[in-house]
T-cell receptor, first 112, second 110 residues
Framework: NAGVTQTPKFQVLKTGQSMTLQCAQDMNHEYMSWYRQDPGMGLRLIHYSVGAGITDQGEVPNGYNVSRSTTEDFPLRLLSAAPSQTSVYFC???????????FGQGTRLTVV | GQNIDQPTEMTATEGAIVQINCTYQTSGFNGLFWYQQHAGEAPTFLSYNVLDGLEEKGRFSSFLSRSKGYSYLLLKELQMKDSASYLCAPVGYNFNKFYFGSGTKLNVKP
């Protein structure tokens, strides 16, 4: 009963490096989202998807790309990491209708 | 877009009752969620309101007034483990865009 799984849990990048944060869910949820959370702040929506092949931007999409080739997976790509992207990243999934979101355990990313 | 306002931090005593308020403005309305987030952990679902009134679930209750753009979370018989951040998330016409308030950090003291 895995729910939402994020990898890695921790990552340190150098400025300019690229990487992909992985998110997978096994609940057959249509809706998946990526958030970032900075110290003392709430969650800010980066990108979201309403199903395989469909993605859209949230509040803070710049510097991030997403794709949704399968229902289960929703990776987040940082194309050229910047110190301003140091944050904790959460992936979430929701079923159809107005149901609650389930969150992964987060990825703590530091860009130096 | 959405405007969501919550107090930044609150302190209460173990065994007491505390009310955490949330005011919001959304384009359309499809309900409001409350989440709990312990430090260093992921948010977890607490409650959902779509109609006006009070929803009770054990020690936690959540209230909604759609006309006033206002909700509160009521925590009774506070326990030390209730020390956490509480996030309000109203859902607008596009319920695929799930926005959160900045959260209220609740400190429960003995």
């Amino acid at each position: 009963n895995a729910g939402v799984t994020q990898t890695p849990k921790f990552q340190v990048l150098k400025t300019g490096q690229s990487m992909t944060l992985q998110c997978a869910q096994d609940m057959n949820h249509e809706y998946m989202s990526w958030y970032r959370q900075d110290p003392g702040m709430g969650l800010r929506l980066i990108h979201y998807s309403v199903g395989a092949g469909i993605t859209d931007q949230g509040e803070v999409p710049n510097g991030y790309n997403v794709s949704r080739s399968t229902t289960e997976d929703f990776p987040l790509r940082l194309l050229s990491a910047a110190p301003s992207q140091t944050s904790v990243y959460f992936c979430a999934s929701r079923g159809t209708g107005n149901t609650e979101a389930f969150f992964g355990q987060g990825t703590r990313l530091t860009v130096v | 877009g959405q405007n969501i306002d919550q107090p930044t931090e609150m302190t209460a005593t173990e065994g007491a009752i505390v009310q955490i308020n949330c005011t919001y403005q959304t384009s359309g309305f499809n309900g409001l969620f409350w989440y709990q987030q312990h430090a260093g952990e992921a948010p977890t679902f607490l409650s959902y309101n779509v109609l006006d009134g009070l929803e009770e679930k054990g020690r936690f209750s959540s209230f909604l007034s759609r006309s006033k753009g206002y909700s509160y979370l009521l925590l009774k018989e506070l326990q030390m483990k209730d020390s956490a951040s509480y996030l309000c998330a109203p859902v607008g016409y596009n319920f695929n865009k799930f926005y959160f308030g900045s959260g209220t950090k609740l400190n429960v003291k003995p």
